[in-house]
């Protein structure tokens, strides 16, 4: 059944490239476009993101936060296991008559060019929800221990009762039964582990079912509406562009062409991890991709060259975290999606910011380089080995500037942009076997579809999740009464931009950046606008922030995933990333209070 999805959501995603790159062919080649493209692509892009969860789901690849968990022990962390599959599995028990009932109800709606159902298009949600469902129920009747499933079974219908059974009590309780839900509920779910797709859901699921009167079919509503946003049609395919900049070798050959011009400096490998970083940030729309990429060519070099393998991998990490803002980021793409906010602007915006933050990385990589005396240089390089390098880079080294300059210069959307970068690296591909005779890696190509389409799916879940428990808050009140809040708060936009960047370090700990921002963007970003902040500063902080609480200890999980690309113990690296995680926050306050620094190269 897995085999069928992937197969299905692989034929989904190479549809969908070729039905894009036609479209902007047609477009600016010919000035004729085609108008029933877009129709069918969103048809088939949250069939693409639905089956993308499924496989997602099966592998276990669903973000969550699994720190706590990790740590119990014995029966304990069996329960804990138990409830996060049971929990799971209720939901989409009850989730999925809702889903079935919302595709009904879209029959009569017709697009306007193909006159195709909204049926069509709507059915992948029952599909993809009870597609897990029976993966779940697989998984229940594996489960090693019966009585633990069992149990973990019948607390999570205590309180789902208990709640129902209290639901008077909690709507006189007003919007304090936010934190119940919100806080509390959500709060527990992630301690527990499930992930974190789930933990919206759940939240938000039994928040109108306990307390509102909102029909249910409002869940996969929002749920259809934040995955299906034309913008995130890019998502998929900039992490495609990343798997396919690893399988050609392109990152590599990067990587190599530095180290040829500064990696015999003292600390010039720190340069060559950091600028390799910047190069291919957020292309992968992943920055555990991104860091696999750069790691795995210079970490035993600089292990040989006397490097302490813990700052290695705090290096790294602060670097994933300095790096948040470099175009073509998810991130900055999802902001679009969400806030209306020019996504060209967004990308212009975030170049010279993190070029500060990179600056004020540099600094303590220059002076522990000195004080430790370990990367002492080597060899220099010879003129002809960097050209040489060069000449095999430039083909590698073009399509970062060629995808940046496009969309920054308006050239191009952000998903066509994608769409043309994955078909360069296939060109790319295919001339170096025509032309060097390199063999083509049929299996990593497809093992990277499939990578993708659960990664996808994943994140697209993430955002249609969190836009439906940012519905909830924001039709409950609560957005009126916290800006209400925020502007009693002293410093005004000085002191609104301390409270969210401390908001925002906070939940990139602990949701990772892309469901934070779904989530509080619909609620902060019109205080900020009350506060003459303007958006695109206001994103850049935001995303900085949320960057660094992504990979700041002992919450952040983009730290665990550097310390395993490096293969460095967890503790190995704490005492040395609190220098760089200092030289980040320091770099974000002179960002967040010079407004220069995001809005000086806008158009």
Not at 144 to 153: E, H, K, M, P, Q
Not at 222 to 243: C, D, Q, T
Request: charged fraction near 10%.
């Amino acid at each position: 059944m897995v085999a069928v999805a992937a197969a299905a959501a692989g034929v989904l995603l190479l549809t969908v490239a070729v039905l894009l790159l036609t479209g902007a062919v047609s477009r600016f080649a010919f000035n004729a476009p085609i108008v029933w493209i877009d129709e069918l692509v969103s048809t088939f892009f949250l069939w693409l993101a639905m089956l993308g969860a499924v496989i997602a789901y099966q592998r276990a690849e669903h973000m969550r936060m699994a720190a706590v968990a990790m740590a119990l022990r014995g029966r304990l962390r069996d329960f804990v296991d138990a409830l996060s599959l049971a929990a799971t599995v209720a939901l989409l028990v009850f989730l999925l008559p809702p889903a079935c009932e919302y595709a009904l109800d879209e029959w009569d709606i017709t697009t306007s060019t193909l006159a195709l159902s909204g049926a069509w298009r709507a059915a992948a949600l029952p599909v993809g929800l009870g597609l897990m469902l029976i993966l779940g129920v697989l998984h229940c009747v594996r489960f090693r221990d019966v009585a633990i499933l069992t149990l973990a079974g019948l607390f999570c219908a205590a309180v789902a009762l208990t709640l129902h059974w209290f639901s008077p009590e909690l709507i006189a309780l007003g919007n304090y039964r936010l934190l119940i839900f919100f806080v509390a509920l959500t709060g527990i779910c992630i301690a527990a582990g499930l992930p974190i797709a789930f933990c919206f859901l759940i939240s938000t699921f039994l928040f109108l079912a306990c307390t509102t009167t909102v029909p249910l079919t409002v869940v996969t509503s929002r749920l259809n509406e934040g995955m299906s946003h034309v913008v995130l049609l890019a998502v998929p395919l900039f992490i495609w562009l990343g798997s396919l900049v690893e399988v050609t070798g392109m990152a590599k050959a990067m990587v190599n062409f530095l180290a040829t011009l500064v990696g015999h400096w003292r600390g010039g490998l720190n340069y060559v991890l950091m600028a390799a970083m910047y190069l291919v940030s957020g292309i992968s729309g992943a920055k555990a991709a991104d860091m696999a990429a750069v790691a795995p060519p210079l970490f035993p070099e600089m292990r040989a060259r006397g490097a302490d393998p813990g700052d290695l991998v705090a290096l790294l990490a602060a670097t994933g975290a300095q790096t948040e803002t470099i175009p073509p980021s998810i991130v900055l793409i999802t902001i679009g999606s969400v806030t209306g906010v020019s996504i060209a602007g967004l990308f212009a915006g975030g170049i010279l910011p993190s070029l500060v933050m990179g600056l004020f990385l540099g600094v303590v990589v220059w002076w522990r380089s000195r004080r430790a005396g370990t990367a002492s240089g080597g060899a220099r390089a010879s003129w002809s080995d960097s050209a040489r390098c060069l000449l095999v880079a430039v083909p590698a080294l073009l399509l970062p500037f060629v995808i940046r300059t496009a969309v920054v210069e308006g050239a191009a959307t952000a998903t066509e942009v994608s769409t043309l970068g994955v078909f360069y690296a296939i060109a790319y591909l295919l001339l170096a076997r025509v032309a060097f005779g390199r063999p083509i890696d049929w299996r990593a190509i497809v093992t990277g579809i499939v990578n993708t389409v659960s990664l996808s799916g994943a994140i697209l879940l993430i955002v249609g999740a969190a836009s439906a428990m940012a519905w909830s808050l924001t039709q409950s009140g609560f957005a009126r009464q916290l800006t209400m809040l925020m502007h009693q708060a002293p410093g005004g936009a000085y002191g609104f931009l301390l409270v969210s960047i401390l908001i925002f370090v906070i939940l990139g700990s602990v949701l990772e950046g892309l469901p934070a921002i779904v989530l509080m963007a619909p609620i902060t970003y019109p205080i900020a606008r009350s506060f003459a902040i303007d958006d695109i500063h206001y994103s850049i902080v935001l995303v900085l922030a949320m960057g660094i609480g992504l990979f700041i200890p002992p919450f952040g999980v983009g730290y665990y995933t550097a310390c395993a690309i490096g293969k460095v113990d967890t503790g190995a690296a704490l005492r040395p990333i609190i220098g760089y995680m200092v030289a980040l926050v320091a770099g974000l306050m002179l960002i967040a209070f010079v407004p220069a620094f995001t809005t000086s190269l806008l158009p």
